[in-house]
Nanobody, 116 residues
Framework: EVQLVESGGGLVQPGGSLRLSCVVSGFTFRRYDMTWVRQAPGKGPEWVSTINSGGGTTYYADSVKGRFTISRDNAKNTLYLQMNSLKPEDTAVYYC?????????WGQGTQVTVSS
């Protein structure tokens, strides 16, 4: 059974930081490109960042470039998203998935709320 379990979200003030984690089981993590997607209240999904299977190539949405860093630990089957200089518009539920995303790989997500 494939499982992707996101964690690390929470309430943070503008300008603060959070580190999200996504622990993967049920498929060979090290062979897959991985991605983070977020969905804000009342809006559709927004692609955030993608990392290749080896971790050496990363891609970011313009809205997060320079503030967020995607990384992975293939030995731990874990994907990360370091989020710095958070803004209220970063408020969303954050999900990890393979790239391209698969419908059967969505987890429960982790809520990030940026507010003073």
């Amino acid at each position: 059974e494939v499982q992707l379990v996101e964690s690390g979200g929470g309430l943070v003030q503008p300008g603060g930081s959070l580190r999200l984690s996504c622990v993967v089981s049920g498929f060979t993590f090290r062979r897959y490109d991985m991605t983070w997607v977020r969905q804000a209240p009342g809006k559709g999904p927004e692609w955030v960042s993608t990392i290749n299977s080896g971790g050496g190539t990363t891609y970011y949405a313009d809205s997060v470039k320079g503030r967020f860093t995607i990384s992975r630990d293939n030995a731990k089957n874990t994907l990360y998203l370091q989020m710095n200089s958070l803004k209220p518009e970063d408020t969303a539920v954050y999900y990890c998935n393979g790239w391209p995303p698969r419908d059967d790989y969505w987890g429960q997500g982790t809520q990030v709320t940026v507010s003073s």
